[in-house]
């Protein structure tokens, strides 16, 4: 059985295609800040952190606003999981403080 490869969702731009509208910042502040004369920052620089999946949404309308084209939402490989660590979801570590 071949399981599909991870893949996040991430922001990228491109800075010289970028002239500094500034609508990406508007539709999606959670991922984009704007510097001092108005050009994007995303949260990593040129890329963002992974989407996540309640602002795919906002993402895809933040990159179609762009009139540049200067910003791409692109499925990048997932971070490898370390060895030897389960993944737990924040609930069930919230359960276990409780007990």
Known sequence: MNALPRTVLRLHLDPIACEGHGLCADLLPEHIALDEWGYPILDDLLRSTPIAPG????????VAACPT???RLRRD?????Q???PRRHPADAADAADH
């Open 77 to 81: 490989p997932a971070p490898a999981r």
């Open 55 to 62: 602002l795919v949404g906002p993402a895809r309308a933040a």
């Open 69 to 71: 084209l200067a910003l």
């Open 83 to 85: 060895p030897g660590r």
